[in-house]
């Protein structure tokens, strides 16, 4: 069984993610879903990295917008784990690669994780209105805010991972926008952080 930092999930969630893993393997020569060199420890530095994200997560969200969601990182993998530990959560996945975007419906559909993906641009995608709000190596810290802006509803959480830049990120960030920020020490990354936050509003 596969260590999960904070969620403790069932075995039938393992084979669900174990499943999705599978279909990454398979796709990823085609579509290039996640980086080759990731994908021997697709458990550790994925499916684990995007866990520990759901442990930040505020207790009983209904909506959670993954917003770029490429491979379906952390997003798919919130959705999977939602349905033994959220149930009747919703995962919205925004992915412009339509081929991207049918590999997460593939992974949907085979998994019956909660989830839909759009294939539409970030900024053209109607208001989400979501509880969460999330996004993988996507963009720099204040681009980051302005999409958890346009798509977070009231009281919504950000949980965004960081690399080692996390640090300038933050102060740039700062100069644009005023929000409350908590960081976490990644588990599955050494100089990375996962940034909660909240409260987001221009200056």
């Given amino acids: ?19 999705y893993v599978a279909l990454l393997k398979k796709w990823n020569p085609r ?5 080759r060199s990731t994908l021997a420890d697709a458990w550790e530095r994925h499916v684990r ?12 969200w209904k909506t959670w917008a993954d917003l770029g969601s490429g491979g379906g990182f952390p997003g798919l993998v919130i959705a999977i784990a939602a349905l033994e530990l959220n149930p009747g959560a919703r995962v919205i996945l925004v992915e412009s690669d339509q081929r991207k975007c049918a590999f997460l419906r593939t992974v949907i559909r085979e998994t019956g994780a909660n989830a839909e993906a759009i294939a539409r641009r ?3 995608v109607q208001p989400i209105g979501a509880n969460v709000v999330s996004a993988r190596a996507l963009a720099d810290l204040s681009t980051l805010l302005e999409f958890a802006e346009r798509h977070g509803g009231e009281g919504c959480v950000a949980l965004f991972p960081k690399g080692a ?3 300038k990120e933050l102060t740039e960030a700062q ?26 509003a221009r200056v």
Avoid at 49 to 60: F, K, M, N
Wanted: glycine fraction near 4%; aromatic fraction near 6%; include cysteine.
């Fill in 1 to 19: 069984m596969h260590e999960t930092p904070g969620v403790d999930v069932s075995r039938e969630t393992i084979a669900r993610l174990e499943h």
């Fill in 31 to 35: 579509i290039n879903l996640v980086s």
């Fill in 49 to 60: 990295d995007s866990l520990q994200i759901l442990s930040l997560a505020p207790a009983g």
């Fill in 122 to 124: 970030i900024e053209d």
């Fill in 165 to 167: 830049t996390w640090k």
């Fill in 175 to 200: 100069q644009e926008w005023e929000f409350s920020c908590a960081r976490y020490k990644s588990e599955t990354e050494e100089k990375s952080v996962i940034l909660r936050i909240e409260g987001v």
